[in-house]
């Protein structure tokens, strides 16, 4: 029989930057400054068609990333995985936007999945009924309760008619009324052969739907087994672990934690994929080095954009030209100085061209420095006619 999914290897992982401006500096100089958690370290199995597959762990092992790779939207960092059919995720308020009101959710939701328009108008009234929200359905998302938003996530996901629905937690804020209305939906999906892939804390739910169980173990695969084994072992550690103090969980859960950090699978696996690559040639620091050039000389010219418009060079040289040294300065014609103003002062001709190199000057008509006839913009060029 075919698996309907198939996990080779799979690890998550996420990028930790101490600061944004770290982002940037790594994409320009190649250097590592990021810290990576794994989330998921190096998972494999295989769920088959008509299968009802439990997972269960502790808040922070990594369900709902597991969730999300199972749904397509993120990608794995290493591995593969092979998911044959059409998935659809429901979790509280998963793909609703606040903005919206519930109709306009649930034509955007229905679209997204594929359906057209026709299909959308005929289904509308019966995820309306399903949901069961009344008045509210034509309220923006944003003013729903958590429960409201699970009601309305898991009526549009069941009438798209997914070949493999996953239920992230959505159970857990409806009540028992909701509760056995979705169960008896998930029950004829399976009855049609659909893969459901059921994540929740309830061990009870679990038990009583699910075929097999998947332990999750701080982003590691503890157990995948039949439902009563794997419960049994889950309950016998939630028993151990919550008869220690507070500090010793805290200091197991950090434990446990460090080992995240750790990426001896996923390098394991880089090398596997890296051996039938062609040794580095010496010259390659040479074009790494001229590579970090250019990404940084295009930087800089979209930075000159933004700031001079659309043509940086020409905008540089129109903001500058009036510092920038001319070719030919133009002359300025000696005033006529009468002959009162050189017996009073001592004066030497000097009459040749000049740049003013102060960052703030004036030009004054009078020796007292009180009438100042214009500003003197530094680079300026000037004739210095005489100095006294």
């Not at 092992?61 to 999300?68: A, E, P, V």
């Not at 979790?91 to 026709?118: P, V």
């Not at 040479?286 to 043509?311: D, E, K, R, W």
Request: aromatic share 10%.
């Amino acid at each position: 029989m075919r698996p309907k999914i198939v996990f080779s290897n799979v690890s998550k992982s996420f990028n930790l930057y101490k600061k944004q401006s770290d982002k940037l500096l790594e994409i320009i100089s190649f250097k590592d400054n990021k810290e990576s958690f794994y989330a998921l370290h190096n998972l494999s199995f295989e769920i088959f068609e008509g299968e009802a597959i439990g997972i269960v762990g502790l808040n922070g092992s990594g369900k709902s990333t597991l969730s999300n790779l199972l749904a397509q939207i993120i990608p794995a960092t290493s591995g593969s995985i092979d998911i044959n059919g059409e998935t659809s995720l429901i979790a509280i308020s998963a793909g609703l936007n606040n903005q919206l009101t519930g109709l306009e959710n649930i034509e955007l939701k229905c679209l997204m999945h594929g359906l057209k328009k026709e299909e959308v108008q005929r289904l509308m009234a019966d995820i309306i009924e399903f949901a069961d929200i009344g008045k509210f359905i034509n309220q923006p998302v944003k003013n729903y309760s958590s429960g409201m938003k699970s009601r309305l996530g898991f009526a549009i996901s069941i009438h798209t008619n997914p070949d493999i629905l996953i239920v992230d937690e959505a159970l857990s804020v409806g009540d028992q009324t909701f509760y056995e209305k979705c169960l008896n939906k998930m029950n004829e999906f399976k009855s049609q052969g659909k893969t459901i892939i059921f994540i929740s804390h309830s061990h009870s739910q679990i038990k009583e739907f699910c075929d097999r169980v998947m332990w999750i173990h701080f982003g590691r695969l503890e157990k995948f087994d039949k439902s009563d084994e794997v419960l049994k072992d889950y309950n016998k550690f939630i028993n151990w672990f919550n008869s220690l103090t507070e500090i010793e969980k805290k200091n197991y859960r950090k434990q446990m934690l460090e080992d995240q950090y750790k990426d001896e699978n996923v390098s394991n696996n880089s090398i596997s994929r890296q051996a039938h690559r062609k040794p580095p040639v010496k010259k390659q620091g040479n074009i790494l080095f001229t590579f970090q050039c250019v990404l940084l000389v295009l930087a800089v010219l979209v930075s000159a954009s933004f700031m001079f418009g659309a043509n940086p060079v020409l905008g540089i040289e129109k903001y500058f030209s009036e510092y920038l040294p001319k070719d030919n300065p133009p002359t300025i014609k000696k005033p006529e100085i009468d002959e009162v103003t050189i017996q009073e002062s001592i004066a030497e001709e000097i009459n040749f061209a000049g740049i003013v190199m102060e960052g703030q000057a004036a030009l004054y008509s009078d020796k007292d420095l009180q009438t100042s006839e214009e500003q003197l913009a530094f680079l300026e060029e000037i004739t210095v006619i005489d100095k006294s």
